[in-house]
């Protein structure tokens, strides 16, 4: 059976030399786009291939009529393809995605292969750091593997525009989870937040809500019991962050727990607030 979800680094280390295994690693960092190139080339997990935030799960160009999708714009589902393609994905392969910021952005490459169709995907529990804890070695050597073939399927994940979640304020049919820090949920941090606060009725989970103090996801029981609290039908949430980077991490967290079926708003805050028609809520819940 394939890793869907978690993957520890001790299960890693035992399929290290595993051709069917894909690794990519996805660190980053939001205020340096080229951070994450830096960080592989200095060293990175063996068999590894760097999955660049930017320009490899975003495509930053404009909507129709030169509209702004967000700051991390999903590419569209055949150009992914041929990225995984790039990568040596094949239809049986399993990936394995990491980063160091306890899973926020190998959890949008997790929700991206979804996305697509493939089912053998998952995060490296604990990242980059729980590799090194188990005696896990680092390269600077870049491999070429042989480019893949791996074809769409039938999406396992959903998505929303701005419309959707414009017309949910009426009908207040689904609940909208925020994975952002509670000071920008709030409206507080207007050094990363221009224009600051919320979707109206959005409820705040913080992407790192769902970590140990060690890094790695909370058991999935509890998991479960947290979420429920905040999310009474999995099938009728809308996951949202400042880019739609960290909402992912909500999802994975939702999928661990059993909490299947949520839609992710890939244009999220940095899509909503830039059209100011569209309400923004401050302050405490």
Not at 45 to 66: F, M, N, T, V, W
């Amino acid at each position: 059976m394939p890793f869907t979800t978690l993957i520890t680094a001790a299960e890693l280390k035992q399929h290290i030399d595993n051709p069917t295994f894909v690794i990519l690693d996805c660190r980053a960092e939001l205020s340096d786009s080229n951070a994450g190139a830096a960080a592989f080339v200095a060293g990175h997990i063996p068999g590894a291939q760097h999955a660049d935030a930017d320009r490899d799960l975003s495509d930053k160009s404009p909507g129709p009529g030169g509209a702004f999708r967000g700051r991390h714009p999903l590419p569209s589902q055949e150009a992914f393809i041929e990225k995984l393609r790039d990568w040596g994905v094949y239809p049986n392969s399993q990936v394995i995605a990491y980063d160091a910021h306890g899973g926020m952005f190998a959890a949008r490459l997790w929700w991206m292969l979804r996305w697509v169709g493939h089912h053998g995907v998952a995060v490296l529990d604990g990242g980059l750091s729980a590799w090194q804890a188990v005696g896990g070695e680092l390269t600077t050597d870049v491999i070429n593997r042989p480019r893949g073939s791996i074809t769409l399927q039938p999406s396992l994940a959903s998505t929303v525009g701005a419309d959707d979640v414009l017309a949910n304020l009426s009908a207040r049919a689904k609940t909208v989870l925020d994975a952002r820090a509670g000071d920008r949920f709030r409206g507080e941090n207007e050094t990363i937040d221009p224009v600051g606060g919320r979707i109206p009725g959005a409820k705040n989970r913080f992407f790192k809500d769902n970590l140990q103090a060690n890094g790695r996801f909370k058991p999935a029981e509890q998991l479960r019991a947290e979420l429920s609290a905040l999310v009474k039908n999995p099938a009728a949430t809308i996951a949202q962050c400042g880019s739609g980077i960290s909402a992912c991490h909500n999802l994975l967290s939702m999928e661990i727990a059993g909490l299947s079926g949520a839609a992710l708003y890939p244009g999220s805050w940095s899509e909503w607030c830039a059209d100011p028609s569209r309400p923004v809520a401050t302050g405490q819940e």
